[in-house]
């Protein structure tokens, strides 16, 4: 062979030496934290233009940075997706398909996996970081939102929203292995330094309807995977995102929640609020029982309404805290609220707007809706995810100022939903800026539970349960009395009067609200199979809610059948003023507007009033004269069967 001609294994040697290259870049970069799918895509490319070309908006709701705070991951409820963020270059790096509604994050320990809870497919995808791809689906309890693993990363915790329980999924085999019950929706999590999973509710717990609410806070002991704990917290509901604090001889808890001051008619409330802002402080002791305090974070002349994301800020004095109904972000020094709740002079820190102050350093503007924050390792910069503009405001903890806006796709003119949903989350048209419409109407038109008196302003009279907002398209008149005749008259004039004591929204506005109102839909309902089959108990339910004679084959009159008043073919409600017989002392009417029937599985508690806990105890606590539908001539079997079915309406 001549020297002048290549060798013929001269090219596969090169290949290999190649090979070797790639693969020790590979392994630097991965024991650098970071991977080559990390890359930034090339602009123009496919993804770039699936990306940018979407008309849906991307309603950022959960954040989560990797171990060395490179990347930051963005939960997005608007358009099923998780992105990827380069905190050096603040540029969108990836973007991938998840479940519906994704709206919790959580990493394991060292940051491969990370877990997204997808809320309306009752399930958590499973992202490898590395590869940044989706490696597996894993099945939960129904509505998780919430999530977290241990300290080992061989269980993940899921707080289930609809299911009123936590799901406990072994990582090795992908199983749920158990479900916890917690309390009334419970919706955020946290893993704690000392063995624990936290669980806080958005709701309040099921009691008795003339009582202040109390929301609870539940802790799983990971080394027996069951609940050990559940704190009470008086007097609030809506606990959001968790902070940790670690002091010497326990962990203490920041945890945002709203103060309702339902009890109260809302006319007599003319120099108050009807709603106050509010942390919980939790002081977490292992062989002692935990102590709690509260302190507003509203201001004497101004509330910072609706707080959701809280965050310890590593190696600083600050905790930050986002109020998504006036759009700011509060900077707490911590220290100085430690202080403050040692102090024996503050006997009622939970009634005292002015003790704000004292602990609050900085209050800084937002993007539009802030929810979820998160704090880099080094504490020197927060992120914070603004739903309902599609941004992350950054924030320089080094400074206590604001820096900058990343951007989460094309920004284009809003849309008419669009502009309803700012109006929606916005305090700013309510005196004081004390609530928005979210307020009452949590998790995007939800209801808060509880029992409020709004337009007459004698004590203890009509009294009426909050209603959700959810697939009430077609379902008007609206208010248990009937007497708003629309939405457009829902959201303009009477809010503007009773609720906000404000000019209100411009008719315009009203317009656009009633646009993302109508356009709120349900989550799919768990109790109702995939192809619409019914179980043989949901079958004979459905047999007894459309009967025409009793067991004993007498004719039951027709205002007495459940169909009547619950017509299928208008949402389930007859969209009428019916007498039931559950009217009381208290109340001025004597008949109320029939509620639709659709998702009633998901809203406890039940009539007007709230009184009945559970769909059994309408009929076998609340209907002793057969006026809400004849009943007594039913036994326990065929209640069971009808409940069955009604959830699955």
């Given at each position: 062979m001549s020297a002048g001609r290549p060798r013929p294994d001269s090219r596969p040697v090169r290949r290999r030496r190649g090979a070797t290259r790639w693969i020790v870049l590979a392994l630097a970069l991965s024991a650098a934290g970071l991977s080559l799918a990390n890359r930034p895509a090339p602009r123009g490319s496919a993804y770039w233009r699936r990306f940018y070309s979407s008309r849906r908006y991307f309603d950022p709701v959960a954040l989560q940075l990797s171990p060395h705070g490179r990347w930051l991951y963005v939960a997005g409820e608007g358009r099923n997706e998780v992105l990827q963020i380069d905190t050096r270059t603040r540029r969108v790096t990836g973007a991938l398909a998840v479940g519906r509604r994704p709206k919790g994050l959580a990493l394991s320990p060292g940051g491969r996996w990370l877990y997204v809870a997808n809320t309306w497919s009752n399930s958590v995808s499973v992202i490898d970081t590395r590869t940044w791809r989706v490696a597996r689906t894993l099945h939960v309890g129904w509505g998780p939102e919430g999530l977290a693993t241990d300290r080992t990363g061989r269980y993940l915790y899921t707080a289930n929203t609809l299911g009123n329980d936590i799901s406990v999924v072994r990582l090795a085999t992908g199983r749920e292995v158990s479900r916890l019950p917690a309390g009334h929706f419970p919706a955020f999590t946290a893993r704690l330094r000392g063995g624990w999973i936290a669980v806080t509710d958005l709701l309040a717990q099921l009691g008795a309807p003339e009582q202040p609410p109390v929301d609870q806070l539940s802790l799983v002991d990971t080394a027996t995977r069951q609940v050990a704990r559940r704190i009470m917290v008086p007097g609030a509901i809506q606990m959001r995102q968790i902070a940790q604090v670690s002091l010497p001889h326990a962990d203490c808890l920041l945890i945002p929640f709203l103060q309702p001051h339902n009890l109260v008619p809302l006319l007599v409330l003319r120099r108050d609020w009807y709603a106050a802002n509010g942390l919980a402080v939790v002081e977490l002791h292992r062989h002692a029982p935990p102590r709690v305090r509260e302190v507003m974070l509203d201001g004497v002349n101004r509330a910072y309404a609706n707080g959701y994301g809280a965050v310890v800020a590593p190696h600083t004095p600050w905790a930050l805290v986002t109020a998504s109904g006036v759009d700011?972000?509060?900077?707490?020094?911590?220290?100085?609220?430690?202080?403050?709740?040692?102090?024996?002079?503050?006997?009622?820190?939970?009634r005292n707007l002015a003790d704000a102050s004292h602990f609050i350093v900085r209050r800084l503007p937002t993007g539009r809706d802030p929810t979820g924050v998160v704090a880099s390792p080094d504490g020197h910069y927060a992120y914070i995810a603004n739903r309902a503009d599609d941004t992350i405001s950054v924030i320089d903890l080094h400074g206590l100022r604001s820096d900058g806006l990343i951007r989460l796709g094309r920004m284009r003119a809003p849309t008419e939903v669009r502009r309803g949903q700012q109006l929606f989350f916005d305090a700013d048209y309510a005196q004081g800026r004390e609530l928005a419409c979210a307020t009452c109407h949590p998790d995007e038109g939800f209801e808060d539970g509880l029992l409020w008196s709004f337009e007459v302003p004698h004590l203890g009279q009509d009294i009426v349960i909050n209603k959700t907002l959810r697939a009430i398209r077609g379902t008007g008149p609206?208010?248990?009395?009937?007497?708003?005749?629309?939405?457009?008259?829902?959201?303009?004039p009477r809010t503007a009067t009773y609720i906000f004591r404000s000019q209100g929204f411009s008719p315009r506005q009203v317009r656009d609200l009633v646009a993302f109102v109508r356009s709120l839909r349900l989550p799919p309902n768990p109790y109702r199979a995939p192809d619409g089959r019914?179980?043989?108990?949901?079958?004979?339910?459905?047999?007894?809610?459309?009967r025409s004679r009793t067991n004993t084959g007498a004719i039951i009159p027709e205002d007495d059948r459940c169909y009547r008043c619950h017509a299928p073919l208008t949402h389930y409600t007859s969209r009428v003023l019916m007498n039931v017989g559950t009217a009381t002392r208290f109340d001025n009417t004597r008949a109320f507007k029939v509620p639709s029937l659709e998702g009633i599985y998901m809203r406890p508690p039940y009539l007007h009033n709230g009184e009945a806990r559970t769909l059994e105890e309408i009929w076998t606590k609340f209907n002793p004269h057969n006026r809400h539908g004849f009943t007594s001539d039913m036994n326990k079997q065929q209640l069971n069967d009808l409940v069955q079915f009604l959830k699955t309406l």
């Open positions: 700011r972000v509060s900077i707490l020094n911590i220290r100085r609220l430690l202080r403050l709740l040692r102090s024996p002079a503050q006997a009622d820190l939970a609206f208010k248990w009395n009937g007497l708003n005749p629309n939405l457009a008259t829902q959201d303009g019914l179980t043989p108990a949901q079958a004979r339910g459905r047999a007894i809610f459309f």
